[in-house]
């Protein structure tokens, strides 16, 4: 059965930093296309960051140089290690999975809450 479970969403503040994981289970994060994306109130779910099969990573416009995507795999987690934080990335940030089981398939975790104090 596939579950993303994120963790480490909370309250920071400004120019601080946060740490967000996803503990994967259901399939091996080194076979799937992992990433995050976030969710602000009012607004259309976003890209943050993601990173193919083989390592490559890609981000969004708005948080390039001050996240960074990594997988670990021997615990089977992504994480999102996040640094100096603006107001604007408040939202709720949800790991995400494009993986091949039995059919190809995309996956969302539940959500964090992120919250950034200025």
């Not at 193919?52 to 416009?61: E, F, L, P, R, V």
């Amino acid at each position: 059965q596939v579950q993303l479970v994120e963790s480490g969403g909370g309250l920071a503040q400004a120019g601080g930093s946060l740490r967000l994981s996803c503990a994967v289970s259901g399939f091996r994060v080194n076979d799937a296309r992992m990433g995050w994306y976030r969710q602000a109130p009012g607004k259309a779910r976003e890209l943050v960051a993601d990173m193919t099969i083989g390592g490559a990573t890609d981000y969004g416009d708005s948080v390039k140089g001050r996240f960074t995507i990594s997988r670990a795999d021997a615990k089977n987690t992504v994480d999102l290690q996040m640094n100096n934080l603006k107001p604007e990335d408040k939202a709720v940030y949800f790991c995400h999975a494009t993986v091949l089981l039995q059919k190809m398939r995309d996956d969302f975790g539940h959500g964090t809450q992120v919250t950034v104090s200025s």
